[in-house]
């Protein structure tokens, strides 16, 4: 038995007493009967009970209503609610097809790749372009080595023999790694007479660089007044030269008048 509230239970026992009592003088109508057997199927569990609702007071004729409807007064409420439509089954979402996140994924890193892409373009576009032709001429190419002196591989501590070039009064070496700093690929130039044969102590000007990426390693100066004299009879004072390495050719080039240390574009 299901257990029920204290006003069903009164409202029970009250329907009971009128319908199965020893005193019971008034049979029960219609309405009452239902609820008597809505409210015993409750104590058996069978349905829930709803609080009887109350009676709509009598409300006086409306003019013209025929006396038939006035008698009958407002319609008694439903004991019981009308049931409510079922809540419609929304389908399930579709899953997503990881080809299509594949695609998505795609379609945004294209999208990147473009916008990443223009922005370079616009950025390359704003730059000021800067000639690198110096119309500097090549005099001379440096592909023929002589016999290197022995402090020549005692520096870099070499098995193999280094190529050691000659050209007007310098010697010119490619080297391994670079005399003032660390680097691959590079070049050494410096007047003979600068440095001693004995003990490889250098005493004068020196130039040394080393290649990066995809630029050659490369030193330049102007002839003055410590450079060897042959080179002095060969190109006048002020002239500069260059040294260009590539594998273990050297070009050598010239340009006629020293460039101005703040050039005008």
């Known amino acids: ?16 007493a009128r319908a199965y009592g020893r005193d019971a003088t008034v049979a029960l109508d219609s309405a009452e009967s239902e609820r008597l057997h809505e409210l015993e199927r409750t104590l058996r569990g069978e349905t829930p009970a709803t609080p009887e609702p109350a009676a709509m007071p009598d409300r006086p004729p409306v003019p013209g209503m025929p006396a038939a409807l006035a008698a009958a007064g407002a319609p008694r409420a439903s004991a019981e609610p ?39 373009a616009l950025a390359l576009a704003s730059i000021r372009p800067v000639s690198t032709a ?9 592909s023929e080595p002589i016999d290197p002196p022995r402090w020549a591989m005692d520096w870099f501590g070499q098995t193999d023999p280094p190529v050691v070039y000659s050209y007007r009064g310098l010697v010119v070496m490619p080297t391994p790694t670079g005399v003032f700093s660390d680097g691959e690929h590079c070049i050494f130039v410096a007047p003979w007479n600068g440095i001693d044969e004995s003990t490889g102590a250098i005493n004068g000007p020196i130039y040394s660089a080393c290649a990066a990426g995809a630029f050659p390693a490369t030193v330049q100066f102007v002839i003055d007044d410590s450079a060897p004299d042959d080179l002095r009879s060969e190109f006048p004072d002020g002239t500069a030269l260059q ?21 005008t574009a």
């Open 1 to 16: 038995m299901q257990a029920m509230d204290a006003a069903l239970m009164t409202e029970l026992q009250a329907l009971r």
């Open 82 to 120: 009308d049931p409510l439509p079922d809540d419609p089954v929304r389908p399930a979402p579709r899953p997503i097809r990881s080809g299509w996140i594949i695609a998505w994924a795609a379609s945004v890193l294209v999208v990147a790749v473009g916008v990443g892409s223009l922005v370079f």
């Open 134 to 142: 110096t119309g500097a001429q090549q005099v001379a190419t440096l």
């Open 243 to 263: 040294f260009v390495l590539r594998d273990d050719v050297v070009g050598v080039f010239v340009s006629e008048a020293a460039p101005s240390p703040n050039p």
